[in-house]
Nanobody, 120 residues
Framework: QVQLRESGPGLVKPSQTLSLTCTVS??????????WHWIRQAPGKGLEWMGL????????GYNPSLKSRTSLSRDTSKNQFTLQLSSVTPEDTAVYYC???????????WGQGTQVTVSS
């Protein structure tokens, strides 16, 4: 069973860089055709896809509206992948999820989500 767990600061100041880590167990980041996503949900809004990294370690896509501020990376030795979002504003306040895609658009497991608040 694949399990994902997000970790990172719950409070970030405006203009700073948010950094979140997703720790994966039960599967390897490098398994062929597995994709690893970050998705967020702001208060009162729907889910917003942020970006993904594939089994080869390629950052295979970013949300165009966030692309200039978003960076994804991974550490295969720890089986972790990370999200960095720069120049945050209060509008980046949201619950952030890391998500596993098995391939072909089939969603797998989700992390439990981590609340991030941007406030001075």
């Amino acid at each position: 069973q694949v399990q994902l767990r997000e970790s990172g600061p719950g409070l970030v100041k405006p203009s700073q860089t948010l950094s979140l880590t997703c720790t994966v167990s039960g599967a390897s980041l490098t398994t062929d055709y597995y994709y690893w996503h970050w998705i967020r949900q702001a208060p009162g809004k729907g889910l917003e896809w942020m970006g993904l990294i594939n089994w080869r370690g390629d950052t295979a896509g970013y949300n165009p509206s966030l692309k200039s501020r978003t960076s994804l990376s991974r550490d295969t030795s720890k089986n972790q992948f990370t999200l960095q979002l720069s120049s945050v504003t209060p509008e980046d306040t949201a619950v952030y999820y890391c998500v596993h895609e098995i391939g072909g658009g089939t969603w797998g497991s989700w992390g439990q989500g981590t609340q991030v608040t941007v406030s001075s």
